[in-house]
């Protein structure tokens, strides 16, 4: 059994040169000399940096640095008071929030129950648990400057889970005049109440992203945990440094250039465990599900019969040995909702998980009406773990027989790109491939791309009434033996319409080194606050 079973969800020469220019650039700071620096290389380039813009995980990560949250989950996977706690009323239908003192964004303002108010009505456009949770909200107002009070029609027992949730995307709080920025539109300004201020004069995407501490930020007294608790913030500067190529950001982990690397190439493992110089551990323990998405609203992906000979042609085993090659770390599962949580199911996953329908999606292919029509596959070569996943899918989809145009780019060119909804030859797309942090995907509610909302759900824009209609079902259901009925339908049904394909999950190691301490784990890592840094 591989150790990523038996921990299961609770227990990844001009490039070269380009990248030395890059450090050398982003290292020459005379600011570092000014109290303890960290200097990390992060699992992408950061560019978007509107947290409810995309749900691009680098962005999620910034908007830790910057943003605080209403709630947020222990290690226990209890929600705890943030930046507010709360009051149910007996009858189930008022949630009254009440912010704490000593709240202020980082323009000086104090923070208001209307900034929150108007936060969370744009992240809730736009998340699908948020989505869901207006489904049933009557109302949401500020009370009074501290207070935020939410009315629903019908009892809703994820309310706090729902604000709460610690992945993309998070109820981070802004203040009004940026939080009534249209969704699809970026704010014009990084303000936020978070432990970190984002300093716009040194962002340089693609060379660095530069975080100062918040000298007026009042962390919690409890103790840090997940992304609860006391935000700590213990050094002076932090900086996210570009390394596209892994073995350069290797090599600085290893001389001392970099402090922290998130995430390490598989194939390096075993000389970097052997430096005791290096912390190796896995911090995000539920680990990844990995996907393919097609877009729904032009051909030939519009075909279910098509996206059927698609899903026949794709192989878990292939995509996992190519992305990790480890079975200490990856996973086959045919489960949309991950494996070993209480809505795991294989219904629907039997070629996937087998490998083994290649002579199917030939004949489904060839009766499906297919017409040649190219398929555009974003292919991103900057981010280890999106790297094997458009080549391995371009090779299988060729063998069944469709054409494939897989073009080259980099991560966060797809994260723009992937919100067009332009023909592909006008610049759009017919696929691509990312990955979901485990508590992201691990029901009907919190997986995003599971809808079935049209053009107003996730990038690919599926429709399907009879999922939503299910999901509705789920979140009124009175038992989990009943949830996981309708889990397990929703499932069926998105296998069938081919919603999304799942891939297999794997686990990621990071790794820093020993003058850290204080790294946190938990679902939504790395996170900054709380680590230290020896001189």
Known sequence: MSNF?????????????????????????????????????????LRI?????TTAYITRDHGYMVYDTLVAPDSSFKIQPQMADWKISDDKLTYTFTLRDGLKWHDGAPVTAEDCVASLKRWAAVDGMGQKLMDFTASIEATDAKTITLKL??????????????????????????AETPPDKQIPEQIGSGPFKFVQGEF???????????????PRKEPASWTSGGKVVKVDRVEWITMPDSQTAVNALQSGDIDFMENLPYDMLPVLEANKELTIEVLNKFGYQTLGRMNFLYPPFDNVKVRRAALLAMNQKDVLDALVGNTKYQKICGAFFVCDTPFATEVGADTLVKGNGMAEAKKALAESGYDGTPIVIMAPGDVTTLKAQPIVAAQLLREAGFKVDLQATDWQTVVSRRASQKPPKEGGWNMFFTNWVAPDVSNPIANLSIGGQGKKGWFGWAEDAKIEQLKDTFVRASSVDEQKKIAADIQKEAYEQVIYIPLGQYLLPSGWRKSLSGVLDGPATPLFWSVDKSE
């Open 153 to 178: 029609k019908e009892p809703y027992g994820l309310v706090l889970d729902s604000i709460g949730k610690p992945s993309s995307r998070v109820a981070f709080m802004m203040p009004k005049r940026l």
């Open 204 to 218: 340089q995407p693609g060379v660095k992203a530069v975080y100062v501490k918040n000298t007026d930020y009042v």
């Open 49 to 53: 940096i509107d947290p409810i813009f």
């Open 5 to 45: 079973m038996r921990r299961g969800p609770r227990a990844f020469a001009s490039k070269l040169a380009l990248s030395v220019v890059a450090l050398s650039t982003a290292l020459a700071s005379p600011v570092l000399a000014a109290g303890k620096t960290i200097t990390a290389v992060m699992h992408s380039d």
